[in-house]
């Protein structure tokens, strides 16, 4: 059910122009870099489980040069899979895509940069 959401979210993400080419930003799974500045990484997390659905968790981390970049970026991908249902995409329809709370601010990374991370969940059905 969850093999591929990450990469799902990823091209919904690249699609709206929120990361990759010309927009200076990077997108990553898994892991934080330490290069570039400006990278936007998914990570899979524990999710939930309701009414016998299973509702998988993702993770994303916004790191920026300021944080009014950083804020910004992280606008862009809640306006971007927030509330987002019945999209196609890797073998599977996301049912609904949901935030869990609002974006959280991290701090500041080893090198002084300004981190934020914001918690989905999804929902998605087989194809």
């Given amino acids: 059910m969850t ?5 799902d979210l990823a091209a919904m ?20 870099p330490d ?6 990484a998914l990570f899979r997390t524990g999710g939930g489980l309701a009414d016998h659905v299973r509702r998988p968790g993702v993770q994303i981390r916004v790191r920026g ?6 804020e910004s970026k992280a606008e862009d991908v809640i306006g971007t899979l927030h509330g987002r249902a019945q999209v196609a995409g890797t073998g599977r329809t996301l049912i609904d895509v949901a935030m ?5 601010w991290l ?10 991370t ?3 969940t ?5 194809s």
């Fill in 3 to 7: 093999a591929g959401l990450l990469e």
């Fill in 13 to 32: 993400l690249t699609a709206a122009g929120v990361v990759g080419g010309a927009t200076g930003w990077t997108l990553r799974f898994g892991v934080m």
């Fill in 35 to 40: 290069t570039p500045d400006q990278v936007v």
């Fill in 65 to 70: 040069t300021t944080h009014s970049v950083t």
């Fill in 100 to 104: 869990e709370g609002d974006m959280i």
């Fill in 107 to 116: 701090g500041f990374d080893e090198a002084g940069r300004p981190e934020m």
């Fill in 118 to 120: 914001v918690n989905l």
């Fill in 122 to 126: 999804a929902i998605s059905e087989e």
